[in-house]
DNA sequence: TTCCAGGGGTAGA
DNA sequence: TCTACCCATGGA
């Protein structure tokens, strides 16, 4: 979509190589994400965009699209370098360039409901460029429908974040420190509820040094102790820390909320009530891939999309 | 009006 | 480890 900007703007196109098979689209509709701020999606254009706030304090429009096998990212302003390279950096951790399901897939392959994901290329999750947000994020889907979700998650950045310069109706996603800066009432008063609070010391904690969250992405760490740390969190338990675990690329968690027990229960357990040993039951043959089995698994036997 | 949502924290057993 | 109870807000 074209905008005005005050200036001739100064293309710069970075195409990053993706492991395949990787599928931008799959990518983009894996989960909800795409549809929360800042990200936007141009289905028209097929094309998904994001302000993004730079380390150099530059606040800057992503525009990703797909390009071949792998991502093409288009910025409006022309980068330094070391803009360009955390550019590179966090597309690459959002749509997981590198991310390997090799042996998922070799096990979907004998399972029919799932044969459809090496196709498809189904595996990644969409993440944010931090795990501030993603954590923010699934804290806002606790106890509430999903438009509450996309509600909530626009007033922060509406309120808090930091505004692209050449159009301020679009916003990054806040700092920590904006948000550890505001007051409790304010929180409230956007629409957060007793989600409030735990936002709130997350902030604060994130910018006392309480918190290390970028330390949550390190591939070496094991998994339970990820997990142990993530539901020390306020306002993060089991569901939020396994799904958490799930966009961190670890999948021996299901976050189990009301709409898995429902799905579970439908097509498995006659519709009767549920809770998270059965689902367990159902998917804990998949081991290390019990949350891709669960989330990419053909609920409707028809081979297609599971998820919208 | 009532119920409950893509749950979490806490107290008490 | 498990259960009961409370939590704010808006949608259905």
Redesign the pocket.
């Known amino acids: 979509m074209p905008r005005d900007y005050n200036r001739a703007p100064e293309f710069m196109i970075l195409t990053l190589v993706a492991r395949p098979p990787f599928n931008f689209r799959s990518v983009v509709h894996s989960?909800?994400w795409y549809q929360l701020a800042p990200w936007e999606w141009d289905d028209a254009a097929q094309t998904l965009s994001r302000v993004e706030r730079l380390a150099s304090e530059r606040v800057v429009l992503l525009l990703f699209r797909a390009a071949g096998d792998g991502l093409a990212v288009e910025t409006q302003d022309r980068l330094t370098l070391r803009e360009r390279g955390e550019v590179e950096r966090k597309s690459a951790w959002m749509f997981a360039l590198e991310a390997d399901f090799t042996a998922f897939y070799a096990r979907a392959d004998t399972e029919p409901r799932l044969a459809h994901c090496r196709a498809k290329a189904y595996g990644r999750l969409l993440r944010s460029s931090t795990m501030w947000e993603d954590v923010v994020k699934v804290?806002m889907?606790?106890?509430?429908?999903?438009?509450?979700?996309q509600?909530l998650v626009s007033a922060l950045v509406q309120r808090f974040g930091e505004p692209l310069p050449n159009d301020p109706s679009r916003r990054a996603f806040p700092k920590p420190e904006t948000i550890a800066h505001s007051r409790e009432a304010t929180l409230?008063?956007l629409?957060?509820?007793?989600r409030a609070p735990?936002l709130l010391k997350l902030a604060r904690g994130i910018t006392a040094g309480e918190y290390d969250l970028a330390a949550l992405m390190d591939p070496s760490r094991p998994t339970d102790e990820l997990r142990r740390e993530l539901?020390a969190?306020?306002?993060?338990?089991?569901?939020?820390?396994n799904?958490l675990l799930a966009i961190l690329g670890r999948y021996d968690y299901i976050?189990v909320?009301?709409?898995a027990i429902s799905t579970v229960s439908r097509h498995f357990y006659d519709g009767r009530p549920i809770g998270e040993k059965e689902i367990n039951a159902v998917f804990g043959a998949w081991g290390e891939y019990k949350a891709l089995a669960y989330w990419f698994w053909d609920y409707a036997g028809m081979g297609g999309d599971s998820n919208g």
């Open positions: 989960h909800g804290m889907t606790t106890n509430i429908q999903w438009s509450g979700t509600r409230r008063k629409g957060l509820g007793y735990y539901i969190l306020p306002g993060i338990g089991p569901y939020a820390a799904t976050g909320d009301t709409e």
